[in-house]
């Protein structure tokens, strides 16, 4: 965000002054590239902190355990698949934490999960 923010005031900057369409076309194009390296610079400095955060060196493959769930069938051939201990991180979709509060309504060529009233 930083970067299209300096990108626009140096153009607005280079407009100010009478520069041959050449010149400001090489001048474009360095600031393009510029801001590029810059993001890219960013994201290599963040995937490296991530890196040290991250005891193990399987970044960005994250141990994911095995969850334990329950389908439930709701209605029109809908599947919900509930889980029996934590959340749906790691869970086939859609994963709903209880099944009990919606039914499943075909409306036109889509399914959709709605809530009971």
């Known amino acids: 965000m930083v970067d299209i923010l300096f990108f626009i005031i140096d153009l607005i900057f280079f407009l100010k002054f009478n520069i041959l369409v050449k010149n400001k076309k ?9 801001s590029y390296s810059l993001f890219n610079l960013k994201n290599f400095t963040r995937i490296i902190e991530e890196k040290k955060i991250v005891k193990e060196n399987n970044f960005p493959y994250f141990y994911s355990p095995n969850q334990q769930f329950i389908t439930h069938e709701i209605g029109n051939n809908i599947q919900l698949h509930v889980p029996t201990s934590s959340g749906c991180w790691a869970i086939k979709t ?9 039914f499943g309504d075909q409306i036109g060529p889509f399914k959709v999960i709605k809530k009971k009233n």
Do not use: N, S
Request: contains cysteine.
């Open 94 to 102: 859609p994963c709903i934490h209880h099944a009990d509060h919606v």
């Open 26 to 34: 090489k001048i474009t194009i360095f600031l393009i590239i510029l």
